[in-house]
């Protein structure tokens, strides 16, 4: 076949085309409100956690889905809702303890997750959550030994910057920081015993949420990424 070279302009645009595409779940995708009847409302959290002590990888994680879904105050207790991410669809099952809610699991951390509804007429559909990066602990190091006594401080990695953070400890309830990747836990902020060494662990949770436009207002849905890291903390003879 004669070439005279004026196709390969063409084909090189075209391989360059397939090569920049990407999908609307690619972390970094942004958000999406998404559309619907705006009959329904729906309180949502995707929530990953960490199965290791300071996991380094979206592997390390389940991600757990639990969505609320009500019209007229009354929860919505049949149709379909479907949870979308790289790792897969998820067709989350109404479980009736706790009011009523919509759940379900998947393995590994996928960042970006979208939510369709459809209960008869009533719809949320296209939402999309872009949720934070993955974090990871710099300090202290996993099974480092601190004082109780004394403050310590938290450092993280992490690429942007999430809507929100906390951080709780076995002795301390959930403080909500912000995500600059660093934060000093106050001295008695760890577990700690005048007998022995106390097993300790440091969390912190970063969540970005949506307002789906379908959906009644007030309604919202978040996605977060919490990881931990086990620590010892000292005999405190003033414990």
Known sequence: MFDDGRMRPLIVSSLLLVA???SPLDPGAGNSLGSGTQTLSVEGSISADSDVSNAS???GFTTHFDIQ?????????TGTVTISS??????LTFDTTN???WIGSQAGYFEVYGLDVTSG???ITGVRIDGPDLHTFTAPA?????DATAANTVTWSRADHADVATIRTQQIDRITIDDTGTYSLAAGALRSSKDKAENESIE????NQVQPAGAVAGSSVSVGVRNHVDVLVAINPAA
């Open 20 to 22: 920049c595409s990407s």
């Open 57 to 59: 990888n979206a592997s």
């Open 69 to 77: 879904l009500t019209k007229g105050g009354q929860p919505v207790t």
């Open 86 to 91: 790289n790792g897969g669809d998820v067709a």
């Open 99 to 101: 009011g009523g809610r």
């Open 121 to 123: 007429s009533d719809t």
């Open 142 to 146: 996993l099974g480092a030994t601190l």
């Open 204 to 207: 912190l949770r970063r969540s």
